[in-house]
Protein backbone atom coordinates (compact mmCIF):
# COMPACT_ATOMS: atom_id res chain seq x y z
CA UNK A 1 0.00 0.00 0.00
CA UNK A 2 1.24 3.60 -0.92
CA UNK A 3 1.88 6.28 1.77
CA UNK A 4 -0.69 8.62 0.01
CA UNK A 5 -3.69 5.61 0.32
CA UNK A 6 -2.78 5.10 3.91
CA UNK A 7 -2.63 8.60 4.83
CA UNK A 8 -6.34 8.57 3.71
CA UNK A 9 -7.20 5.52 5.81
CA UNK A 10 -6.35 7.64 8.36
CA UNK A 11 -7.96 10.61 7.76
CA UNK A 12 -11.20 8.90 7.76
CA UNK A 13 -10.78 6.51 9.95
CA UNK A 14 -11.28 3.55 7.93
CA UNK A 15 -12.87 0.31 9.71
CA UNK A 16 -9.92 -1.94 11.60
CA UNK A 17 -11.65 -4.81 9.41
CA UNK A 18 -11.04 -2.93 6.32
CA UNK A 19 -7.55 -2.38 7.37
CA UNK A 20 -7.05 -6.12 8.29
CA UNK A 21 -8.27 -7.63 5.02
CA UNK A 22 -6.51 -5.01 2.69
CA UNK A 23 -3.39 -6.63 4.79
CA UNK A 24 -4.24 -10.07 3.66
CA UNK A 25 -2.18 -12.25 1.05
CA UNK A 26 -3.67 -11.93 -1.93
CA UNK A 27 -5.94 -15.01 -3.02
CA UNK A 28 -8.66 -16.72 -4.68
CA UNK A 29 -12.01 -18.27 -2.98
CA UNK A 30 -12.22 -21.91 -4.49
CA UNK A 31 -14.01 -24.69 -3.09
CA UNK A 32 -14.74 -22.97 0.81
CA UNK A 33 -11.30 -21.91 1.41
CA UNK A 34 -8.43 -18.98 0.14
CA UNK A 35 -6.03 -20.24 -2.10
CA UNK A 36 -2.87 -17.83 -1.81
CA UNK A 37 0.21 -18.22 -3.49
CA UNK A 38 3.30 -17.08 -4.79
CA UNK A 39 2.65 -15.70 -8.61
CA UNK A 40 1.81 -13.28 -11.00
CA UNK A 41 -0.67 -10.53 -9.15
CA UNK A 42 -2.31 -7.31 -10.27
CA UNK A 43 -1.96 -4.06 -8.64
CA UNK A 44 -5.56 -2.33 -6.98
CA UNK A 45 -5.44 1.31 -7.22
CA UNK A 46 -7.38 4.12 -5.05
CA UNK A 47 -8.96 6.31 -7.47
CA UNK A 48 -9.14 9.89 -5.45
CA UNK A 49 -5.27 9.39 -4.57
CA UNK A 50 -4.34 7.07 -7.46
CA UNK A 51 -2.14 5.58 -5.23
CA UNK A 52 -1.49 1.46 -5.28
CA UNK A 53 -4.04 0.10 -2.29
CA UNK A 54 -3.79 -3.72 -2.61
CA UNK A 55 -2.94 -6.34 -4.70
CA UNK A 56 -5.20 -9.28 -6.22
CA UNK A 57 -3.84 -12.72 -7.77
CA UNK A 58 -4.16 -13.78 -11.35
CA UNK A 59 -5.97 -16.04 -11.28
CA UNK A 60 -4.12 -19.18 -14.19
CA UNK A 61 -6.11 -21.81 -16.31
CA UNK A 62 -5.45 -24.66 -13.91
CA UNK A 63 -7.32 -22.24 -11.00
CA UNK A 64 -10.12 -21.82 -13.37
CA UNK A 65 -10.67 -25.35 -14.02
CA UNK A 66 -10.23 -25.85 -9.95
CA UNK A 67 -13.08 -23.14 -9.69
CA UNK A 68 -15.27 -24.58 -12.16
CA UNK A 69 -14.63 -27.66 -10.62
CA UNK A 70 -15.56 -27.37 -7.22
CA UNK A 71 -18.82 -25.46 -8.48
CA UNK A 72 -19.86 -28.92 -10.37
CA UNK A 73 -19.16 -31.20 -6.97
CA UNK A 74 -20.86 -29.01 -5.56
CA UNK A 75 -24.10 -28.80 -7.69
CA UNK A 76 -24.22 -32.31 -7.66
CA UNK A 77 -23.51 -32.95 -4.07
CA UNK A 78 -26.70 -34.17 -1.55
CA UNK A 79 -25.99 -31.30 0.65
CA UNK A 80 -26.70 -28.58 -1.68
CA UNK A 81 -28.75 -30.47 -4.30
CA UNK A 82 -31.31 -32.00 -1.45
CA UNK A 83 -31.09 -28.70 0.91
CA UNK A 84 -35.07 -28.52 2.04
CA UNK A 85 -35.96 -24.90 0.73
CA UNK A 86 -36.59 -23.46 4.48
CA UNK A 87 -32.81 -24.17 5.09
CA UNK A 88 -31.90 -22.62 1.80
CA UNK A 89 -34.24 -19.23 2.77
CA UNK A 90 -32.39 -19.64 6.62
CA UNK A 91 -29.63 -19.45 4.51
CA UNK A 92 -29.67 -16.59 2.14
CA UNK A 93 -31.31 -14.62 4.76
CA UNK A 94 -28.40 -15.36 7.16
CA UNK A 95 -25.76 -13.58 4.13
CA UNK A 96 -28.23 -10.80 4.07
CA UNK A 97 -28.17 -9.91 7.71
CA UNK A 98 -23.96 -10.75 7.76
CA UNK A 99 -23.80 -8.33 4.72
CA UNK A 100 -26.21 -5.69 6.91
CA UNK A 101 -23.94 -6.13 9.94
CA UNK A 102 -20.60 -5.32 7.77
CA UNK A 103 -22.56 -2.94 5.74
CA UNK A 104 -19.82 -0.39 6.74
CA UNK A 105 -16.94 -2.48 6.07
CA UNK A 106 -18.13 -3.37 2.35
CA UNK A 107 -19.24 0.23 1.33
CA UNK A 108 -15.57 1.39 2.40
CA UNK A 109 -13.71 -1.46 0.26
CA UNK A 110 -15.80 -0.62 -2.49
CA UNK A 111 -15.44 3.01 -2.21
CA UNK A 112 -11.31 2.30 -1.97
CA UNK A 113 -11.88 0.15 -4.64
CA UNK A 114 -13.71 2.09 -7.26
CA UNK A 115 -14.43 5.55 -5.82
CA UNK A 116 -17.76 5.82 -4.94
CA UNK A 117 -19.33 8.12 -2.83
CA UNK A 118 -19.49 6.53 -0.05
CA UNK A 119 -23.26 7.05 1.25
CA UNK A 120 -24.78 6.05 -1.94
CA UNK A 121 -22.31 3.65 -1.71
CA UNK A 122 -23.82 2.22 1.78
CA UNK A 123 -27.69 2.74 0.64
CA UNK A 124 -27.90 1.32 -2.54
CA UNK A 125 -24.50 -0.73 -3.84
CA UNK A 126 -24.00 -2.82 -0.05
CA UNK A 127 -27.86 -2.36 2.00
CA UNK A 128 -29.37 -2.42 -1.63
CA UNK A 129 -27.50 -5.78 -2.75
CA UNK A 130 -28.49 -6.89 1.03
CA UNK A 131 -32.27 -6.56 0.39
CA UNK A 132 -31.71 -8.27 -3.19
CA UNK A 133 -30.80 -11.37 -1.18
CA UNK A 134 -33.58 -11.05 0.95
CA UNK A 135 -36.30 -10.69 -2.25
CA UNK A 136 -34.60 -13.60 -3.65
CA UNK A 137 -34.75 -15.92 -0.39
CA UNK A 138 -38.64 -15.32 -0.67
CA UNK A 139 -38.53 -16.75 -3.77
CA UNK A 140 -37.21 -20.43 -2.54
CA UNK A 141 -40.03 -21.80 -2.24
CA UNK A 142 -41.73 -20.94 -5.98
CA UNK A 143 -39.16 -23.87 -7.68
CA UNK A 144 -42.25 -26.30 -8.85
CA UNK A 145 -43.38 -27.40 -12.12
CA UNK A 146 -46.75 -27.60 -12.52
CA UNK A 147 -49.30 -30.75 -13.64
CA UNK A 148 -50.89 -30.39 -17.08
CA UNK A 149 -53.67 -31.63 -19.16
CA UNK A 150 -52.44 -33.20 -22.43
CA UNK A 151 -54.05 -34.06 -25.81
CA UNK A 152 -52.10 -37.50 -26.14
CA UNK A 153 -53.92 -40.29 -26.93
CA UNK A 154 -54.81 -42.38 -23.94
CA UNK A 155 -54.49 -41.02 -20.21
CA UNK A 156 -51.54 -40.13 -19.34
CA UNK A 157 -50.18 -38.11 -16.40
CA UNK A 158 -48.14 -35.28 -17.61
CA UNK A 159 -46.46 -33.04 -15.77
CA UNK A 160 -43.10 -30.25 -15.57
CA UNK A 161 -40.13 -30.16 -13.53
CA UNK A 162 -37.70 -27.10 -13.20
CA UNK A 163 -34.43 -28.44 -12.39
CA UNK A 164 -31.47 -25.87 -11.27
CA UNK A 165 -29.88 -24.71 -14.42
CA UNK A 166 -26.13 -26.03 -12.92
CA UNK A 167 -22.57 -24.22 -12.71
CA UNK A 168 -23.62 -20.75 -13.57
CA UNK A 169 -20.22 -18.37 -14.66
CA UNK A 170 -20.74 -15.04 -13.29
CA UNK A 171 -18.49 -11.96 -15.22
CA UNK A 172 -19.00 -8.61 -13.14
CA UNK A 173 -18.60 -5.25 -14.71
CA UNK A 174 -16.45 -2.44 -12.55
CA UNK A 175 -18.80 0.50 -12.27
CA UNK A 176 -21.16 -1.65 -9.14
CA UNK A 177 -18.81 -4.48 -8.01
CA UNK A 178 -20.67 -5.82 -5.35
CA UNK A 179 -24.14 -4.82 -6.51
CA UNK A 180 -23.45 -6.71 -9.85
CA UNK A 181 -22.07 -9.35 -8.34
CA UNK A 182 -25.38 -10.08 -5.67
CA UNK A 183 -27.27 -9.39 -9.11
CA UNK A 184 -25.27 -12.28 -10.43
CA UNK A 185 -25.73 -14.44 -8.03
CA UNK A 186 -28.61 -14.18 -5.41
CA UNK A 187 -31.13 -15.46 -8.03
CA UNK A 188 -29.12 -18.43 -8.79
CA UNK A 189 -28.12 -19.58 -5.46
CA UNK A 190 -32.28 -19.31 -4.59
CA UNK A 191 -32.41 -21.39 -7.31
CA UNK A 192 -29.88 -24.07 -6.02
CA UNK A 193 -27.31 -23.59 -8.49
CA UNK A 194 -23.72 -23.28 -7.98
CA UNK A 195 -21.52 -20.67 -8.97
CA UNK A 196 -18.00 -18.94 -9.94
CA UNK A 197 -17.60 -15.22 -10.19
CA UNK A 198 -15.17 -13.37 -12.10
CA UNK A 199 -15.18 -9.76 -10.62
CA UNK A 200 -13.01 -6.74 -12.47
CA UNK A 201 -9.19 -6.96 -12.15
CA UNK A 202 -9.55 -3.42 -11.26
CA UNK A 203 -12.38 -3.83 -8.29
CA UNK A 204 -12.61 -6.74 -6.90
CA UNK A 205 -12.19 -6.49 -3.55
CA UNK A 206 -15.85 -6.48 -2.39
CA UNK A 207 -16.79 -9.59 -3.92
CA UNK A 208 -13.58 -11.04 -2.31
CA UNK A 209 -15.10 -10.02 0.89
CA UNK A 210 -18.75 -11.20 -0.20
CA UNK A 211 -17.38 -14.45 -0.34
CA UNK A 212 -15.66 -14.63 3.19
CA UNK A 213 -19.64 -13.70 4.71
CA UNK A 214 -20.64 -16.02 2.73
CA UNK A 215 -18.42 -18.75 4.58
CA UNK A 216 -18.86 -17.22 7.74
CA UNK A 217 -23.21 -17.89 6.93
CA UNK A 218 -22.60 -20.93 6.07
CA UNK A 219 -22.67 -21.64 2.99
CA UNK A 220 -21.56 -25.23 1.32
CA UNK A 221 -18.24 -25.17 0.07
CA UNK A 222 -17.80 -24.98 -3.46
CA UNK A 223 -21.30 -23.43 -4.09
CA UNK A 224 -19.43 -19.86 -4.81
CA UNK A 225 -15.91 -19.14 -5.70
CA UNK A 226 -14.25 -16.06 -6.82
CA UNK A 227 -11.57 -15.94 -9.07
CA UNK A 228 -9.69 -13.02 -10.15
CA UNK A 229 -7.44 -11.24 -13.05
CA UNK A 230 -8.49 -9.89 -16.39
CA UNK A 231 -11.25 -10.82 -18.48
CA UNK A 232 -8.94 -11.47 -21.86
CA UNK A 233 -7.44 -14.67 -19.64
CA UNK A 234 -9.83 -15.36 -17.14
CA UNK A 235 -13.29 -14.12 -18.05
CA UNK A 236 -12.76 -15.77 -21.58
CA UNK A 237 -11.77 -19.13 -19.88
CA UNK A 238 -15.14 -19.19 -17.95
CA UNK A 239 -17.15 -18.08 -20.99
CA UNK A 240 -16.03 -21.38 -22.96
CA UNK A 241 -15.20 -23.81 -20.73
CA UNK A 242 -16.72 -26.97 -20.87
CA UNK A 243 -17.88 -27.35 -17.10
CA UNK A 244 -20.04 -23.86 -17.12
CA UNK A 245 -23.77 -24.41 -17.96
CA UNK A 246 -24.27 -21.17 -18.39
CA UNK A 247 -23.12 -17.48 -18.44
CA UNK A 248 -24.41 -14.04 -17.40
CA UNK A 249 -22.31 -10.81 -18.03
CA UNK A 250 -22.27 -7.36 -17.90
CA UNK A 251 -20.52 -5.07 -19.53
CA UNK A 252 -19.69 -3.36 -22.59
CA UNK A 253 -21.12 -4.38 -26.24
CA UNK A 254 -17.72 -5.11 -27.63
CA UNK A 255 -16.90 -7.32 -24.84
CA UNK A 256 -20.32 -8.81 -24.69
CA UNK A 257 -20.49 -9.87 -28.21
CA UNK A 258 -16.67 -11.62 -27.01
CA UNK A 259 -18.11 -13.44 -24.33
CA UNK A 260 -21.50 -14.14 -26.50
CA UNK A 261 -18.98 -15.75 -29.04
CA UNK A 262 -17.28 -18.04 -26.74
CA UNK A 263 -20.72 -19.66 -25.19
CA UNK A 264 -22.31 -19.79 -28.10
CA UNK A 265 -19.70 -22.05 -29.62
CA UNK A 266 -20.13 -24.22 -26.10
CA UNK A 267 -24.15 -24.14 -26.84
CA UNK A 268 -24.47 -22.07 -23.41
CA UNK A 269 -28.03 -19.93 -22.77
CA UNK A 270 -27.02 -16.51 -21.54
CA UNK A 271 -27.57 -13.27 -20.35
CA UNK A 272 -26.36 -10.16 -21.41
CA UNK A 273 -27.03 -6.79 -19.99
CA UNK A 274 -24.54 -4.46 -22.09
CA UNK A 275 -24.34 -0.51 -23.05
CA UNK A 276 -26.95 1.88 -22.84
CA UNK A 277 -27.29 5.36 -24.39
CA UNK A 278 -30.57 5.91 -22.37
CA UNK A 279 -32.91 8.80 -23.66
CA UNK A 280 -35.07 11.54 -21.24
CA UNK A 281 -38.49 12.61 -23.22
CA UNK A 282 -38.79 15.88 -21.44
CA UNK A 283 -42.80 17.44 -22.97
CA UNK A 284 -43.98 20.39 -23.08
CA UNK A 285 -45.77 20.29 -20.06
CA UNK A 286 -42.65 18.67 -18.16
CA UNK A 287 -41.89 19.66 -14.34
CA UNK A 288 -38.66 21.13 -15.55
CA UNK A 289 -37.46 21.10 -12.10
CA UNK A 290 -37.67 17.40 -11.37
CA UNK A 291 -36.12 16.39 -14.16
CA UNK A 292 -33.49 18.60 -13.79
CA UNK A 293 -33.03 17.16 -10.08
CA UNK A 294 -33.48 13.50 -11.37
CA UNK A 295 -30.33 14.12 -13.20
CA UNK A 296 -28.50 14.00 -9.90
CA UNK A 297 -29.69 10.43 -10.07
CA UNK A 298 -29.92 9.78 -13.20
CA UNK A 299 -26.56 11.50 -15.38
CA UNK A 300 -24.07 12.92 -12.65
CA UNK A 301 -24.80 9.60 -9.82
CA UNK A 302 -21.18 7.20 -9.67
CA UNK A 303 -19.69 9.43 -12.42
CA UNK A 304 -22.30 8.67 -14.43
CA UNK A 305 -20.55 5.48 -15.01
CA UNK A 306 -24.25 3.70 -14.91
CA UNK A 307 -25.44 1.56 -18.02
CA UNK A 308 -28.70 3.12 -17.79
CA UNK A 309 -27.84 6.85 -17.39
CA UNK A 310 -30.07 9.12 -18.79
CA UNK A 311 -27.32 10.56 -21.36
CA UNK A 312 -29.73 11.87 -23.71
CA UNK A 313 -32.34 14.76 -23.18
CA UNK A 314 -34.90 15.49 -26.08
CA UNK A 315 -36.71 18.62 -24.98
CA UNK A 316 -39.86 20.23 -26.46
CA UNK A 317 -38.09 23.31 -28.24
CA UNK A 318 -41.14 25.55 -26.25
CA UNK A 319 -38.95 24.87 -22.86
CA UNK A 320 -35.50 23.62 -24.24
CA UNK A 321 -33.50 26.78 -23.22
CA UNK A 322 -35.40 26.40 -19.79
CA UNK A 323 -34.25 22.79 -19.74
CA UNK A 324 -30.87 23.63 -20.44
CA UNK A 325 -30.67 26.11 -17.79
CA UNK A 326 -32.18 23.80 -14.66
CA UNK A 327 -30.02 20.92 -15.64
CA UNK A 328 -26.85 22.44 -15.94
CA UNK A 329 -27.79 24.30 -12.79
CA UNK A 330 -27.64 20.82 -11.39
CA UNK A 331 -24.26 20.10 -12.65
CA UNK A 332 -22.57 22.79 -11.37
CA UNK A 333 -23.67 22.01 -7.74
CA UNK A 334 -22.36 18.82 -8.07
CA UNK A 335 -20.06 18.10 -4.87
CA UNK A 336 -17.38 16.40 -6.31
CA UNK A 337 -14.41 15.67 -3.54
CA UNK A 338 -12.98 12.38 -1.95
CA UNK A 339 -15.39 9.50 -1.77
CA UNK A 340 -14.99 8.63 2.09
CA UNK A 341 -16.17 12.34 2.71
CA UNK A 342 -19.97 11.71 3.77
CA UNK A 343 -20.68 15.11 1.44
CA UNK A 344 -19.07 14.08 -1.25
CA UNK A 345 -21.56 13.58 -4.14
CA UNK A 346 -19.54 12.51 -7.25
CA UNK A 347 -15.95 10.68 -6.83
CA UNK A 348 -13.16 10.34 -9.10
CA UNK A 349 -13.96 8.12 -12.49
CA UNK A 350 -12.51 4.50 -11.65
CA UNK A 351 -9.42 4.28 -13.48
CA UNK A 352 -6.76 6.79 -15.32
CA UNK A 353 -8.00 4.50 -18.95
CA UNK A 354 -11.52 5.62 -18.42
CA UNK A 355 -11.09 9.42 -16.87
CA UNK A 356 -9.21 9.64 -20.59
CA UNK A 357 -11.89 8.02 -22.41
CA UNK A 358 -14.61 10.28 -21.28
CA UNK A 359 -12.53 13.29 -21.56
CA UNK A 360 -11.54 12.65 -25.06
CA UNK A 361 -15.35 12.02 -25.76
CA UNK A 362 -16.25 15.64 -24.48
CA UNK A 363 -12.99 17.24 -26.52
CA UNK A 364 -14.47 15.94 -29.66
CA UNK A 365 -17.82 16.64 -28.98
CA UNK A 366 -16.42 20.29 -28.96
CA UNK A 367 -14.83 20.20 -32.36
CA UNK A 368 -17.63 18.54 -33.41
CA UNK A 369 -19.59 21.85 -32.89
CA UNK A 370 -21.31 21.00 -29.81
CA UNK A 371 -21.56 23.63 -27.01
CA UNK A 372 -19.97 22.03 -23.81
CA UNK A 373 -21.18 23.40 -20.68
CA UNK A 374 -19.05 22.27 -17.68
CA UNK A 375 -20.39 21.90 -14.20
CA UNK A 376 -18.84 21.84 -10.71
CA UNK A 377 -14.91 22.67 -10.48
CA UNK A 378 -12.60 19.74 -9.57
CA UNK A 379 -10.79 19.52 -6.60
CA UNK A 380 -6.90 19.98 -6.86
CA UNK A 381 -4.15 17.28 -5.92
CA UNK A 382 -4.10 14.00 -7.94
CA UNK A 383 -7.46 11.63 -8.43
CA UNK A 384 -8.93 10.63 -11.80
CA UNK A 385 -11.74 12.84 -11.25
CA UNK A 386 -14.05 14.36 -14.16
CA UNK A 387 -16.51 17.17 -14.24
CA UNK A 388 -20.01 17.16 -14.77
CA UNK A 389 -20.56 18.06 -18.40
CA UNK A 390 -24.04 19.46 -20.10
CA UNK A 391 -23.36 19.09 -24.05
CA UNK A 392 -25.56 20.99 -26.70
CA UNK A 393 -24.42 18.64 -29.72
CA UNK A 394 -25.57 20.31 -33.21
CA UNK A 395 -27.13 16.68 -34.36
CA UNK A 396 -28.71 13.43 -33.76
CA UNK A 397 -25.97 11.89 -35.83
CA UNK A 398 -23.48 13.28 -33.60
CA UNK A 399 -21.06 10.68 -31.41
CA UNK A 400 -21.89 12.23 -28.32
CA UNK A 401 -25.69 11.09 -28.86
CA UNK A 402 -25.22 7.96 -30.33
CA UNK A 403 -22.02 6.35 -28.39
CA UNK A 404 -22.34 5.69 -24.72
CA UNK A 405 -19.44 7.83 -23.09
CA UNK A 406 -20.12 6.61 -19.48
CA UNK A 407 -19.38 9.83 -17.64
CA UNK A 408 -20.99 12.84 -15.77
CA UNK A 409 -22.05 14.12 -19.27
CA UNK A 410 -25.12 14.79 -21.06
CA UNK A 411 -26.71 15.70 -24.33
CA UNK A 412 -29.52 17.90 -24.83
CA UNK A 413 -31.47 18.14 -28.10
CA UNK A 414 -34.93 19.52 -29.24
CA UNK A 415 -37.81 18.56 -30.74
CA UNK A 416 -40.87 19.79 -32.36
CA UNK A 417 -43.49 17.43 -32.03
CA UNK A 418 -44.29 14.29 -30.11
CA UNK A 419 -43.73 11.59 -33.06
CA UNK A 420 -40.08 13.38 -33.66
CA UNK A 421 -39.80 13.07 -29.47
CA UNK A 422 -40.20 9.30 -30.07
CA UNK A 423 -38.31 9.21 -33.19
CA UNK A 424 -35.40 10.75 -31.89
CA UNK A 425 -35.22 8.41 -28.66
CA UNK A 426 -35.37 5.40 -31.25
CA UNK A 427 -32.68 6.31 -33.19
CA UNK A 428 -29.87 4.59 -31.31
CA UNK A 429 -28.74 1.19 -31.69
CA UNK A 430 -29.50 0.74 -27.57
CA UNK A 431 -32.02 -0.14 -26.05
CA UNK A 432 -31.84 -0.16 -22.64
CA UNK A 433 -33.77 2.41 -20.59
CA UNK A 434 -35.89 5.16 -21.28
CA UNK A 435 -37.98 8.20 -18.96
CA UNK A 436 -40.83 10.36 -20.10
CA UNK A 437 -41.87 13.24 -18.36
CA UNK A 438 -45.39 14.68 -18.50
CA UNK A 439 -48.24 15.60 -16.54
CA UNK A 440 -50.79 13.97 -19.18
CA UNK A 441 -51.16 9.98 -18.32
CA UNK A 442 -52.60 9.53 -22.36
CA UNK A 443 -49.05 11.08 -23.44
CA UNK A 444 -46.97 9.19 -21.17
CA UNK A 445 -48.64 5.95 -21.83
CA UNK A 446 -48.52 6.30 -25.29
CA UNK A 447 -44.85 7.31 -24.84
CA UNK A 448 -44.14 4.16 -22.87
CA UNK A 449 -45.78 1.59 -25.63
CA UNK A 450 -43.28 3.71 -28.04
CA UNK A 451 -40.08 3.85 -26.72
CA UNK A 452 -37.98 0.79 -27.62
CA UNK A 453 -36.16 0.28 -23.78
CA UNK A 454 -36.18 -2.52 -21.75
CA UNK A 455 -37.34 -0.03 -18.59
CA UNK A 456 -39.82 2.99 -19.46
CA UNK A 457 -39.68 5.41 -15.91
CA UNK A 458 -42.62 8.07 -16.16
CA UNK A 459 -41.46 11.15 -14.10
CA UNK A 460 -38.68 9.76 -12.73
CA UNK A 461 -35.39 7.69 -13.36
CA UNK A 462 -33.03 5.24 -11.87
CA UNK A 463 -35.83 4.39 -9.52
CA UNK A 464 -35.46 0.33 -9.37
CA UNK A 465 -37.30 -2.40 -7.37
CA UNK A 466 -36.05 -6.04 -6.88
CA UNK A 467 -39.13 -7.00 -8.08
CA UNK A 468 -38.70 -5.36 -11.20
CA UNK A 469 -36.90 -7.37 -14.11
CA UNK A 470 -33.73 -5.17 -15.43
CA UNK A 471 -32.50 -6.07 -19.23
CA UNK A 472 -32.85 -4.17 -22.67
CA UNK A 473 -33.55 -5.16 -26.05
CA UNK A 474 -31.15 -4.22 -29.40
CA UNK A 475 -27.54 -3.66 -28.84
CA UNK A 476 -28.17 -3.49 -24.92
CA UNK A 477 -28.43 -7.14 -24.56
CA UNK A 478 -31.13 -9.99 -23.80
CA UNK A 479 -31.70 -11.95 -20.81
CA UNK A 480 -32.93 -10.36 -17.32
CA UNK A 481 -31.58 -9.74 -14.11
CA UNK A 482 -33.93 -9.12 -10.73
CA UNK A 483 -37.40 -9.98 -10.74
CA UNK A 484 -38.49 -12.88 -10.92
CA UNK A 485 -37.88 -13.36 -14.13
CA UNK A 486 -34.44 -13.76 -13.50
CA UNK A 487 -35.29 -16.36 -11.00
CA UNK A 488 -37.15 -18.41 -13.56
CA UNK A 489 -34.12 -18.55 -15.91
CA UNK A 490 -31.82 -20.37 -13.43
CA UNK A 491 -33.84 -23.30 -14.11
CA UNK A 492 -34.21 -25.59 -16.99
CA UNK A 493 -37.82 -27.55 -17.64
CA UNK A 494 -38.63 -30.75 -18.12
CA UNK A 495 -41.66 -32.43 -19.19
CA UNK A 496 -42.57 -35.72 -17.87
CA UNK A 497 -45.36 -37.46 -19.34
CA UNK A 498 -46.70 -40.96 -17.89
CA UNK A 499 -48.93 -43.73 -19.61
CA UNK A 500 -51.39 -44.82 -16.70
Same mark, same amino acid.
Given at each position: MDKVVGELLQQFAVDPAVLAFLAREPALFIDGEWVARKGPTLPVYEPSTTGRLASILEAQPAEVDQAVAAARRAFESPVWRDMKPNERQRLLLRIADLMEAEANVLAQLETLDSGKAIGPCL????????????? !????VFENGGEVLKVSAPGKPFAMTLREPAGVIACIVPWNFPLNTALWKAAAPLAAGCTLVIKPDHNTSLSTLYFADICRRAGLPAGVLNVVTGQGATVGAALAAHPGVDRVTFTGSTVTGRQIGAAAG??? /???????????? !????????????????RQSVFFNVGQVCSAGSRIYADRRIFDRVVDAVSAV??? =???????????? !??PACTAEHQARVRGYVERAGAQGAKV !????????? /?????QPTVLLPKS???????????????? =????????????????????????????DLNRAFDAVRRVQAGTVWVNTHELGDNALPFGGFKRSGFGKDLGREQFDECFNAKAVLIAM
Open positions: AIDVLGSADLVRF !MAGLAGV /KPLTLELGGKSP !MIAFADADIEALAAATAAS =IRIGPPLDPACE !MG !MPGAALPGG /KGWYLQSDECVQQEIFGPVVA =ILPFDSDDEAIRLANDCEYALAASIWTR
